[in-house]
């Protein structure tokens, strides 16, 4: 299957801005046996005075670009296709969370795949009482390290409402979990969280969703967003799996990597600074197609 993604992202400044600095994460990663970045163009308006491109240490690609002249908007446009293979069947092989967690003494690699990384706590993801617990409520010896991951996706799927006004990007997964409410961020972070509280090495994975509608509806362009899923290490047998918990689902070919990293701040598709004296707004629009 080969997907068509289009993103545009924009910024607008209430005065003129000047002296900015941005780096950028939203190409999608080649990930062999999964999906291949064929094409792409990545443009940025007013066009840079200087920009590079790069890796970061958990190989998602950057672009960073500089504007030393005033400007009342910039944007960020991504036109790219990415080939998706199917997926390979696989079967639990995981061990249980008391054998996972003695496994961590005998890890050594510090490589940037190494689940020692996502053993918590990160830039955004202090730990937190309210989550341990609910993890811990839906602990069972017994079970698996898969089956615990999707137990507690689908346990925080039915415990949380996805509402894209409760919070903000800056929104601890804590406020959002008292709140349960917030938008595949949030539910990232909660998860990751809940998970990492059993000593189940869990990361952050930003990308795109190919999202359907409803029977009968036609599609519309921007509509999709740029996602976020969890990432889990079930031990050397097994290695990372990815749940979704925002639509309690494994993930499949309708997700498309663009960064790996241990919260958003690791992989926020823009970071920067400039400067301004006034305020400043963002839009957002993507679309995830198949490709004709």
């Known amino acids: 299957m080969k997907y068509s993604i289009r993103l545009t992202i924009a910024h607008y400044y209430d005065l003129p801005a000047a002296n900015s600095r941005h780096l950028i994460r939203v190409l999608p990663r080649t990930l062999l046996g999964r999906q291949k970045l ?8 007013p066009e840079p005075e200087s920009k590079a491109e790069g890796v970061d240490f958990f190989g998602n690609t ?35 969370i008391q054998r996972l967690r003695s496994d ?55 415990t949380m409402t996805f509402d894209a006004t ?39 994975v930003s990308g795109y969703l190919r999202t359907l509608p409803p029977p009968g509806s036609v599609k519309l362009e921007g509509a999709d967003a740029m996602h976020a899923w969890v990432r889990a290490w079930c031990g050397p047998l097994q290695g990372w799996i990815e749940y979704d918990p925002t639509n309690a689902t494994l993930v499949g070919t309708d997700h498309v990597v663009a960064g790996y990293g241990r919260d958003y701040s690791d992989v926020a598709p823009v970071r920067g600074h400039l400067r301004s004296s006034g305020g ?3 839009t957002q629009a993507v679309d995830v197609a198949i490709a004709g």
């Open 62 to 96: 950057t672009h960073s670009c500089a504007h030393r002249d005033q400007h009342k908007e910039m944007s960020i446009r991504l036109s790219c296709h990415v080939e998706m293979d199917a997926p390979s069947l696989w079967q639990d092989l995981s061990p249980s």
């Open 104 to 158: 961590h003494d005998t890890l050594t690699d510090l490589g940037p795949t190494s689940p020692l990384h996502f053993l918590g706590p990160s830039p955004r993801l202090p730990p937190n009482s309210a989550i341990r617990d609910f993890a811990k409520d839906l602990y069972q010896p017994e079970a698996s390290a898969v089956e615990t991951v999707i137990r507690i996706g689908k346990a925080l799927h039915d």
């Open 280 to 282: 400043q707004s963002n």
């Open 38 to 45: 064929t094409t792409h163009l990545l443009e940025v308006f």
């Open 166 to 204: 409760a919070t903000t990007v800056d929104t601890d997964a804590a406020d959002a979990f008292r709140l349960q409410r917030g938008v595949c961020q949030d539910f990232t972070h909660i998860m990751i969280l809940a998970l990492q509280s059993l000593g189940i090495p869990s990361g952050y």
